[in-house]
């Protein structure tokens, strides 16, 4: 069974930074890119971040280039979202993925809240 587990979430001001992991279980980690999704209630789900399999090259939304990082660490199983310069815009609850063709449900996520 396919297990991601996210954690890290919380209430930050705008302009501060937080750090955001997954832990993957169920699935060979080292085979699949993995990414990050956000949603805030009533809009579609954002892809903000994907990193390959081996962690060579990441692809970010325009609306995070250049103040998010993804990482993975393929010996412990997971993958992290370090944001920095946070908005209030991207307040919503953060997803991690693997594109790997599973049927796992998206899991519980990790609630993110930029504001003053």
């Known amino acids: 069974q396919v297990q991601l587990v996210e954690s890290g979430g919380g209430l930050v001001q705008p302009g501060g930074s937080l750090r955001l992991s997954c832990a993957a279980s169920?699935?060979?980690?080292?085979?699949?890119?993995m990414g990050w999704f956000r949603q805030v209630p009533g809009k579609e789900r954002e892809q903000v971040a994907t990193i390959v399999y081996d962690g060579a090259r990441q692809y970010y939304a325009d609306s995070v280039k250049g103040r998010f990082t993804i990482t993975r660490d393929n010996e412990k199983n997971t993958v992290d979202l370090q944001m920095n310069s946070l908005k209030p815009e991207d307040t919503a609850v953060y997803y991690c993925k693997v594109f790997g063709g599973f049927a796992e449900p998206w899991g519980q996520g990790t609630r993110v809240t930029v504001s003053s």
């Open positions: 169920g699935f060979t980690f080292s085979d699949y890119a």
